[in-house]
Structures are given as structure tokens and as C-alpha cells.
């Protein structure tokens, strides 16, 4: 059974970092691509950032560009996201899952980590 459990949120001040993690079981982790995505209520879940299965390459959105860093190992079964200077639109459920620049299809998700960004 896939599960991935997200941890590493929380109430940080605007320009501050996190880094969020990303636990995968129940499939062969080094197989696969990864991403993060996003979502705030109301709102559909957006993707943020990817990386490669077999070669690390990492891809972003625009919004995030510069800001966040995602990372893999495989070794752990363990995707991370790298979060600096947060910014008042970057509050949001985080959520990690299959797929490069979206999930993959039928994909199940996980509790998410909330990030809030508040002075």
C-alpha cells in the first residue's frame, strides 16, 4: 500500500525557511519521479517542484523559482523540499506524490504539512 507522510511544516515569519520532508513506502521509490505540490483552501492543488527519478533533474514553478529546492535520497525513501525566504503567498497544505510535473494518475496522497507564513 502507498503512503507517504509529509512533515517539516509550521508558523514561520515572512523571509524565513523550512524544510519539509517527505516519506514514501509502498512502492519502489528510486523508480520514480517525485513533486511537491500545494494547496489552500478553495483553491485546487498546484505543483511547485519535481525531480527525476533517474537523473535528479529538478524543475519548478515560476512562483517558487530560486526559493525552494527539492532533493531526493533514494536510500531513505525521502523527498525533501528546501523553503527560503517565504513569502505571504507561499501558506498553503503541502502534499509530495508521484509524478514530474503532476501526479500520476490515480495517485493516493497523503495528510499534507501546513506551512503559514505570518508575522
Known amino acids: 500500500q502507498v503512503q507517504l507522510v509529509e512533515s517539516g511544516g509550521g508558523l514561520v515569519q515572512p523571509g524565513a525557511s523550512l524544510t519539509l520532508s517527505c516519506a514514501a513506502s509502498g512502492f519502489i521509490f528510486s523508480n520514480h519521479d517525485m513533486s511537491w505540490f500545494r494547496q489552500t483552501p478553495g483553491k485546487a492543488r498546484e505543483w511547485v517542484a519535481g525531480?527525476?527519478?533517474?537523473?535528479?533533474?529538478?524543475t519548478y514553478a515560476d512562483t517558487v523559482k530560486g526559493r525552494f529546492t527539492i532533493s531526493r535520497d533514494d536510500a531513505k525513501n525521502t523527498v525533501y523540499m528546501q523553503m527560503k525566504t517565504l513569502e505571504p503567498d507561499d501558506p498553503a497544505m503541502y502534499y509530495c506524490n508521484r509524478g514530474y510535473r503532476s501526479p500520476i494518475a490515480g495517485a493516493n496522497w497523503g495528510r499534507g504539512t501546513q506551512v503559514t507564513v505570518s508575522s
Open positions: 525531480i527525476g527519478w533517474s537523473d535528479d533533474i529538478t
